[in-house]
């Protein structure tokens, strides 16, 4: 089984259309996709009308900024219904945050000397929902930063020009409003939040304690060990397990879509749950 979850288009900090993307699924032999850009399900009926006529099997999805005890992570969902109202308010609301964040970035680089700044980001963003990474490839190309490591190291996090704290939903709330859309609830990423593994297990033990169905074990960047002790907390807290690249399609970016580790238990593979 090809699946790769976890995807970007321009409706959020990809750099393609949804069709470009599912294009690449296609021609990697992927037998089950999903798009899931931050925050926004704008372009799901794109990549829908796309994968039919490709024959791809599309997987509706999400991902969803939340807090875990004041850590900021990303919440996948997975086979939800996008008319969903509850769902839709929720992102309506996270986007709202975007937006105020996105002005509060601009105010920070603006003290710094860094002019129109969120004009500048808007631009590359196309009009789209502005991220950090719209921030950052626009700092990037005015030469402040040669790379998106130090751009967000230097200015883009804690007490740095661009630096905001965003107040964002509890993962109990954002469980809700996916689960309310008949999805799955899934962390992503799990190894790439700085954590310990001691708090990496006792957030996933939270998580399955509020209801939530699993995490992202296998991504474009999991090494083996990842993959083998990720394998065992799916065992240990009774969790489901997703795969995906995380692909944005930046320049400079080595993530391809579909070219991902093999799930090491199907028995608990998040494609038959959905
Ligand atoms: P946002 O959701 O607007 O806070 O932006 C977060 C996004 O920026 C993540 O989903 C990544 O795509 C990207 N990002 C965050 N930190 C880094 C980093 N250190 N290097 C490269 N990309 C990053
Ligand atoms: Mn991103
Ligand atoms: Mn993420
Ligand atoms: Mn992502």
């Known amino acids: 089984m090809k699946a790769d979850l976890h995807n970007h288009s321009y409706f959020s900090d990809g750099v393609l259309s949804p069709s470009e993307v599912v294009r690449l699924a296609s021609d990697a032999g992927c037998d089950l996709f999903s798009l899931t850009d931050h925050d926004t399900t704008l372009g799901i009926t794109e990549a829908k009308d796309e994968a039919d006529k490709l024959g791809l099997s599309l997987v509706n999805g999400v991902e969803i900024s939340a807090f875990w005890r004041n850590s900021a992570i990303h919440i996948i969902g997975l086979g939800i219904d996008i008319d969903n109202d509850a769902l839709q308010t929720g992102l309506e609301f996270n986007q709202a945050l975007r937006l105020e964040r996105a002005k509060k970035i601009a105010l920070g680089l603006w003290r710094s000397g860094i002019k129109d700044a969120l004009e500048k980001a808007q631009k590359i963003s196309g009009g789209h929902m502005l991220t950090r990474t719209h921030f950052a490839q626009m700092l990037i190309s005015e030469g402040y930063c040669k790379d998106m490591k130090s751009v967000f190291r230097r200015y883009l996090t804690g007490r740095k020009p661009g630096g905001v704290r965003v107040e964002w939903q509890d993962f ?100 038959s749950y959905l």
């Open 172 to 271: 109990n709330e954002v469980i809700n409003w996916i689960q309310s859309a008949g999805g799955k609830a899934l962390i992503a990423h799990p190894f790439r939040y700085r954590m310990t593994h001691t708090k990496i297990k006792k957030m996933l033990v939270d998580f399955r304690d509020a209801g939530g169905d699993g995490f992202e074990l296998v991504n474009a960047n999991s090494s083996e060990e990842e993959i083998s002790i990720g394998n065992q907390w799916c065992n240990d807290y009774d969790l489901l397990a997703s795969i995906g690249s995380d692909f944005h399609g930046w320049p400079n970016q080595r993530v391809q879509i579909g070219n991902l580790a093999d799930l090491p238990n199907y028995s608990r593979a998040i494609w």
